[in-house]
């Protein structure tokens, strides 16, 4: 055997080897991608399932008068008019507060703070306020807003409460928006002669708007649902009419299912409204997140992000 035929017996052999780890690879890849959606379905699947379970429980139940109708009969008959309206003042009052003060936190962080040792305590105590029960939010809320600063148990009690329960969310979520804007950005504004906030206002912000209003759209769901933190500082337990003030208790959905679901007297007719309420306050939820995609969307469409 001669040096030529050595030389192809060595580069088949090797062009083998090759072919081998690239079917490897891809079939790995295949796996890798098969997981992926797998974990997407089996997501979608009990998505699906919560949507289609509450929609069959309350559905029946849902009609005209129920929504703009003040309950009645101890609150077996009417509707829930007034837990619809304040939910939406609360989740409306959260976000009016967490979003300007989590958005001014973030730029802090990111364009102005000079990284020294307090800053890195102060993202280490937001992202550990982040995991905070809600109750301890809800006796915080108590404590200060209603007792120490007198607003009593109101829908400025709650709005304050449940606002400072979403600021890490979207602290974070700001964060990492502002973050992702290219420097290339940055440098070409201030390269035009902007000063430092005029690039932040009219070039970081409107790039980071689709980022920011993602942190909003995940702490909407968790604002609107929670019951603890109103419990003691903005809920009631019936009320037949609306509030007239931002120092007005307030019914509220996820309140009212709990006490309906707790406190009822005739559990066979208040179940169905509970479920009811429910499919409801799913409804507002996913309402306010679509406005909030909607504007997203725009946005990414305006600045090509």
């Known amino acids: 055997m001669n040096i030529s035929d050595t030389a192809i017996q060595t580069t088949g052999k090797g062009m083998g080897l090759v072919g081998k780890r690239l079917r490897t690879s891809d079939l790995v890849q295949a796996l890798g991608f098969a997981c992926l959606i797998l974990c997407v379905l089996f997501a979608l699947f009990f998505l699906g399932s919560l949507i289609y379970f509450i929609t069959a ?39 009016s507060f967490a979003l300007p003060l989590g958005l001014a936190c973030a730029i802090y962080l990111c364009e102005y703070s000079p990284g020294t040792t307090v800053v890195n305590i102060i993202r280490l105590s937001i992202n550990n306020l982040a995991g905070v029960p809600s109750v301890v939010f809800g006796l915080f809320g108590f404590a200060v807003f209603v007792k120490m600063f007198g607003f009593g148990v109101s829908i400025l009690s709650g709005s304050l ?18 973050l992702a804007v290219p420097q290339s950005y940055k440098e070409a504004s201030l390269a035009l002669g902007a000063t430092h906030w005029q690039t932040i206002r009219k070039v970081v912000l409107p790039t980071a708007l689709p980022g920011i209003l993602t942190g909003v759209i995940l702490n909407v769901g968790r604002v609107a649902g929670e019951t603890a933190p109103i419990l003691f500082t903005a809920a009631t337990f019936y009320t037949r009419g609306y509030p007239d003030s931002v120092f007005s208790e307030v019914m509220a ?53």
């Not at 029946?60 to 003042?89: K, N």
């Not at 969310?169 to 502002?178: F, L, Y």
């Not at 499919?279 to 305006?302: C, W």
């Open 57 to 95: 429980k309350g559905i029946s139940v849902i009609s005209w008068e129920f929504l703009t109708s003040v309950p009645r009969r101890a609150m077996t008959r009417g509707g829930v008019a007034p837990a619809i309206v304040g939910t939406f003042y609360l989740t409306v009052g959260a976000l």
């Open 161 to 178: 409460t449940l606002g400072i329960m979403a600021l890490p969310g979207i602290i974070s979520a700001s964060q990492e928006a502002i």
């Open 253 to 305: 959905l996820p309140y009212h299912i709990y006490a309906l679901m707790t406190e009822g007297t005739r559990p066979e007719v208040q179940t169905g409204i509970a479920y009811g309420c429910a499919l409801i306050l799913l409804a507002l939820v996913l309402a306010i997140s679509a406005l909030a995609i909607i504007l997203r969307q725009r946005q990414r469409i305006n600045y090509g992000s």
